[in-house]
């Protein structure tokens, strides 16, 4: 039996994060209720899954956070395609469209995915001297 690295875990576990948040607001939008918070939650998950990838890390945490920028890019860029292969209309239609907003995206998750990184270590690194401190 194969056993994954905590690393790994932990960035699975960030991924799974962007996951939940895309994949509410898609059925969130198939079934017309949507709500501010939802957005706001759909905005600030590659934040809260680098936060939450490098918390759970042993190492290299600001880098498997900002990692999660990448996934999250792409998953926006497939559920929007996924969206449109519903029959509803997007802002980023067509694989142009999908590369767009892929980049766009990718910009703004590189800064979100950083700082929840960053966030993250800071975090650990604070716990780990107060409990040294004791």
């Excluded at 067509?94 to 966030?119: E, K, Q």
Aim: with cysteine.
């Amino acid at each position: 039996m194969m056993t994954l690295s905590p690393v790994l875990r932990a960035w699975l576990v960030g991924v799974a994060v962007l996951f939940v948040a895309n994949g509410g607001w898609l059925i969130s939008l198939q079934t017309h209720r949507f709500s501010e918070t939802l957005v706001l939650l759909l905005w600030i998950s590659p934040l809260i899954a680098a936060f939450v990838s490098a918390y759970l890390s042993p190492r290299k945490k600001v880098l498997l956070g900002t990692s999660l920028a990448i996934p999250s890019a792409a998953l926006v860029a497939v559920l929007n395609f996924i969206y449109e292969l519903f029959g509803n209309a997007v802002d980023f239609p067509g694989v142009r469209g999908g590369a767009i907003l892929f980049i766009v995206t990718l910009g703004y998750s590189v800064l979100l995915c950083a700082l929840g990184g960053v966030a993250g270590y800071y975090l650990t690194r604070n716990r780990a001297q107060s409990v040294t401190a004791r």
